[in-house]
Protein backbone atom coordinates (compact mmCIF):
# COMPACT_ATOMS: atom_id res chain seq x y z
CA UNK A 1 0.00 0.00 0.00
CA UNK A 2 0.97 3.60 -1.01
CA UNK A 3 2.31 5.60 1.67
CA UNK A 4 2.79 9.40 1.95
CA UNK A 5 6.30 11.05 3.19
CA UNK A 6 6.86 13.26 5.96
CA UNK A 7 10.06 13.77 4.67
CA UNK A 8 12.05 11.96 7.14
CA UNK A 9 13.16 9.13 4.87
CA UNK A 10 16.59 8.34 4.04
CA UNK A 11 16.19 6.79 0.90
CA UNK A 12 18.45 4.42 -0.54
CA UNK A 13 18.85 1.77 2.63
CA UNK A 14 17.48 -1.90 2.72
CA UNK A 15 13.68 -2.24 3.40
CA UNK A 16 12.75 1.31 1.64
CA UNK A 17 9.68 1.03 -0.51
CA UNK A 18 8.34 3.65 -3.03
CA UNK A 19 6.15 5.92 -1.69
CA UNK A 20 4.13 6.05 -4.68
CA UNK A 21 3.36 3.04 -5.91
CA UNK A 22 4.72 1.05 -2.75
CA UNK A 23 7.20 -1.13 -4.57
CA UNK A 24 10.62 -1.89 -2.18
CA UNK A 25 13.57 -1.31 -3.92
CA UNK A 26 16.70 0.04 -2.84
CA UNK A 27 17.31 2.75 -5.43
CA UNK A 28 15.12 5.77 -4.42
CA UNK A 29 15.06 9.44 -5.49
CA UNK A 30 13.37 12.12 -3.80
CA UNK A 31 10.10 13.45 -6.46
CA UNK A 32 7.41 16.31 -6.38
CA UNK A 33 4.65 14.33 -7.08
CA UNK A 34 1.39 16.25 -7.28
CA UNK A 35 2.97 18.93 -4.50
CA UNK A 36 3.97 16.21 -2.50
CA UNK A 37 7.84 15.13 -1.65
CA UNK A 38 8.16 11.32 -1.85
CA UNK A 39 10.54 8.50 -2.49
CA UNK A 40 9.90 7.03 -5.50
CA UNK A 41 11.25 3.93 -7.62
CA UNK A 42 13.02 4.71 -11.08
CA UNK A 43 8.90 3.20 -12.65
CA UNK A 44 7.27 6.72 -10.92
CA UNK A 45 9.90 8.99 -11.75
CA UNK A 46 8.69 10.19 -14.28
CA UNK A 47 5.56 11.48 -12.36
CA UNK A 48 8.20 14.33 -11.01
CA UNK A 49 6.47 17.21 -11.73
CA UNK A 50 10.03 19.09 -11.46
CA UNK A 51 11.39 16.84 -14.18
CA UNK A 52 8.29 16.82 -16.43
CA UNK A 53 8.36 21.11 -16.27
CA UNK A 54 12.22 21.28 -17.27
CA UNK A 55 13.14 21.66 -13.51
CA UNK A 56 16.24 20.27 -11.67
CA UNK A 57 14.91 16.67 -12.87
CA UNK A 58 15.77 14.48 -10.25
CA UNK A 59 16.10 10.87 -11.29
CA UNK A 60 15.87 7.18 -10.08
CA UNK A 61 18.65 5.32 -10.58
CA UNK A 62 17.92 2.20 -12.82
CA UNK A 63 16.86 -1.23 -11.54
CA UNK A 64 16.38 -4.63 -12.79
CA UNK A 65 14.11 -7.87 -12.10
CA UNK A 66 10.42 -7.71 -11.31
CA UNK A 67 10.16 -6.39 -7.10
CA UNK A 68 9.42 -9.24 -5.66
CA UNK A 69 10.48 -10.15 -2.21
CA UNK A 70 10.72 -14.18 -0.65
CA UNK A 71 8.03 -13.45 1.53
CA UNK A 72 5.55 -11.53 -0.87
CA UNK A 73 2.84 -13.11 -2.50
CA UNK A 74 4.56 -12.90 -6.53
CA UNK A 75 1.29 -11.17 -7.76
CA UNK A 76 1.75 -8.74 -5.18
CA UNK A 77 4.43 -6.28 -7.09
CA UNK A 78 2.36 -6.60 -10.30
CA UNK A 79 -0.55 -5.20 -8.71
CA UNK A 80 1.28 -2.88 -7.11
CA UNK A 81 2.85 -1.72 -10.90
CA UNK A 82 -0.53 -1.92 -12.45
CA UNK A 83 -1.95 0.26 -9.66
CA UNK A 84 1.08 2.81 -10.44
CA UNK A 85 0.80 2.61 -14.32
CA UNK A 86 -3.06 3.73 -14.08
CA UNK A 87 -2.71 6.70 -11.92
CA UNK A 88 0.25 7.45 -13.75
CA UNK A 89 -2.16 7.05 -16.88
CA UNK A 90 -4.57 9.52 -14.92
CA UNK A 91 -2.26 12.28 -14.47
CA UNK A 92 -0.78 11.85 -17.93
CA UNK A 93 -4.17 12.48 -19.58
CA UNK A 94 -5.20 15.44 -17.32
CA UNK A 95 -1.19 16.67 -18.21
CA UNK A 96 -0.13 15.64 -14.95
CA UNK A 97 0.53 18.83 -13.35
CA UNK A 98 -1.29 20.06 -10.50
CA UNK A 99 0.08 23.07 -9.53
CA UNK A 100 -2.65 25.28 -12.16
CA UNK A 101 -4.76 24.05 -9.34
CA UNK A 102 -2.66 25.13 -6.30
CA UNK A 103 -1.72 28.63 -7.93
CA UNK A 104 -4.96 29.20 -9.44
CA UNK A 105 -7.43 27.38 -7.66
CA UNK A 106 -11.03 26.92 -8.91
CA UNK A 107 -13.76 28.84 -9.70
CA UNK A 108 -16.85 26.91 -8.74
CA UNK A 109 -18.90 29.64 -6.80
CA UNK A 110 -18.37 32.12 -9.63
CA UNK A 111 -21.32 31.58 -11.17
CA UNK A 112 -23.23 29.42 -9.23
CA UNK A 113 -26.69 27.81 -10.39
CA UNK A 114 -28.81 28.69 -7.68
CA UNK A 115 -32.04 26.26 -6.18
CA UNK A 116 -34.78 26.54 -8.34
CA UNK A 117 -38.25 26.31 -8.06
CA UNK A 118 -40.24 23.39 -9.08
CA UNK A 119 -41.11 22.72 -12.61
CA UNK A 120 -38.88 25.64 -13.47
CA UNK A 121 -39.18 24.66 -17.25
CA UNK A 122 -42.47 24.56 -17.82
CA UNK A 123 -42.30 28.70 -16.05
CA UNK A 124 -40.04 29.43 -18.31
CA UNK A 125 -41.78 28.35 -21.63
CA UNK A 126 -45.01 29.59 -20.57
CA UNK A 127 -43.96 32.70 -19.69
CA UNK A 128 -42.04 33.08 -23.00
CA UNK A 129 -44.81 31.53 -25.00
CA UNK A 130 -46.98 33.95 -23.56
CA UNK A 131 -44.39 37.40 -24.24
CA UNK A 132 -44.66 35.82 -28.30
CA UNK A 133 -40.98 35.04 -28.14
CA UNK A 134 -38.69 32.20 -29.37
CA UNK A 135 -36.13 30.55 -27.41
CA UNK A 136 -33.47 32.22 -30.00
CA UNK A 137 -35.34 35.60 -29.48
CA UNK A 138 -35.17 35.01 -25.56
CA UNK A 139 -31.16 33.74 -26.22
CA UNK A 140 -30.41 37.15 -27.73
CA UNK A 141 -32.70 39.10 -25.66
CA UNK A 142 -30.18 38.23 -22.80
CA UNK A 143 -26.86 37.53 -24.25
CA UNK A 144 -26.67 33.63 -23.92
CA UNK A 145 -27.09 30.68 -26.58
CA UNK A 146 -30.17 29.19 -27.71
CA UNK A 147 -29.00 25.81 -25.87
CA UNK A 148 -29.09 27.35 -22.99
CA UNK A 149 -32.72 28.51 -22.64
CA UNK A 150 -33.31 24.97 -24.34
CA UNK A 151 -31.59 23.53 -21.21
CA UNK A 152 -33.83 25.60 -18.76
CA UNK A 153 -36.78 25.28 -20.32
CA UNK A 154 -36.66 21.18 -20.36
CA UNK A 155 -35.56 21.00 -16.81
CA UNK A 156 -32.11 20.01 -17.00
CA UNK A 157 -30.29 23.79 -16.10
CA UNK A 158 -27.60 21.83 -13.54
CA UNK A 159 -26.82 19.36 -16.36
CA UNK A 160 -26.10 21.68 -18.79
CA UNK A 161 -23.98 24.00 -16.76
CA UNK A 162 -26.15 26.77 -16.75
CA UNK A 163 -25.30 29.63 -14.95
CA UNK A 164 -27.05 31.57 -12.31
CA UNK A 165 -26.52 34.83 -14.13
CA UNK A 166 -28.19 33.10 -17.13
CA UNK A 167 -31.43 32.52 -14.49
CA UNK A 168 -31.45 35.61 -13.17
CA UNK A 169 -31.62 37.23 -16.95
CA UNK A 170 -34.53 35.10 -17.66
CA UNK A 171 -36.45 35.91 -14.53
CA UNK A 172 -35.86 39.27 -15.31
CA UNK A 173 -36.88 39.31 -18.87
CA UNK A 174 -39.86 37.18 -18.53
CA UNK A 175 -40.80 38.56 -15.14
CA UNK A 176 -41.10 35.18 -13.43
CA UNK A 177 -39.42 33.72 -10.34
CA UNK A 178 -37.31 31.02 -10.99
CA UNK A 179 -34.81 30.70 -8.15
CA UNK A 180 -36.88 29.00 -4.69
CA UNK A 181 -35.13 30.98 -1.92
Do not use: F
Not at 106 to 112: I, L
Not at 116 to 138: D, F, I, P, S, W
Request: with cysteine.
Amino acid sequence: MAKYSTGSGGGGGSGDACELCGREDTTLSRANVAGAELLVCSDCAPHDDDARSGGSGRGGGGRGGDGGSGSRDQSEPNRKKRAAQNVAKAMDASTGDSRHWEEEGTDYEEDRLPYLVKGYGEVVTEARQGAEMTAEELADEIGVETEQIHAVEEGRAARAGVGGSTVRSIEQALDVTLVDE
